[in-house]
């Protein structure tokens, strides 16, 4: 299975997000900065964590983004299931779109709907605050990059 970036970016912002301060608003260009990521696709992949309601965010001159929920609330396999556009693993998975010949005597896509399933199952029993149980650590990493960024 392999996640596309938007996914990669919107768990990598709610991993940042969820190792701050709650009370401290972060704003795309300091996060983009940190993970060296585009400002333009941050700020889209911010705009639909937001329409998820995954977070916040407060528009004007002393605005920013935070989350939006307690991080023991964010479970991961649906924040995957949410920013995932494909999880087709085959061309057998998409009903409208199927020209494979083997369709009906393939017992290749039962096994990987199975284990499609089984990969999701255990995303979902994960939250963001189970991946933020080295805060400490994250925060070292984070500081880092900021200092190189001359964000601090």
Same mark, same amino acid.
């Given at each position: 299975?392999? !996640? /596309?970036?938007? /996914?990669?970016? #919107?768990? %990598? =912002? !709610?991993?940042?997000? $969820? ?6 608003? #972060? ?18 992949? =911010?705009?639909?964590? +937001? ?8 528009? +004007?001159?002393?605005? +920013?983004?935070? !989350?939006?929920?307690?991080?023991? @609330?964010?479970?991961? $396999?649906?924040?995957? @299931?949410? /920013? ?22 393939? %017992? ?13 199952? =255990?995303?979902? #029993? ?5 991946? !933020? ?9 984070? @500081? ?5 960024? @001359?964000?601090?």
């Amino acid at each position: 299975m392999h !996640l /596309t970036a938007f /996914t990669d970016y #919107s768990l %990598r =912002v !709610l991993l940042y997000l $969820g190792n701050q301060p709650e009370d401290k608003l #972060s704003n795309i260009k300091e996060i983009a900065t940190i993970y060296k990521i585009s400002n333009n696709h941050l700020s889209k992949i =911010v705009f639909e964590l +937001g329409k998820l309601d995954l977070i916040e965010t407060n528009r +004007g001159r002393n605005g +920013g983004i935070r !989350l939006a929920k307690p991080a023991s @609330q964010i479970n991961i $396999g649906w924040v995957i @299931q949410q /920013t995932e556009d494909n999880l087709e693993l085959v061309e057998c998975f998409n009903k409208h779109n199927n020209a494979c010949i083997l369709t009906a005597a393939c %017992r290749l896509k039962h096994v990987l709907n199975e284990a499609l399933v089984a990969y999701l199952q =255990v995303l979902s #029993s994960y939250t963001l605050e189970d991946l !933020l149980l080295n805060k400490d650590e994250l925060q070292s990493i984070f @500081q880092l990059e900021a200092s190189k960024n @001359q964000l601090i």
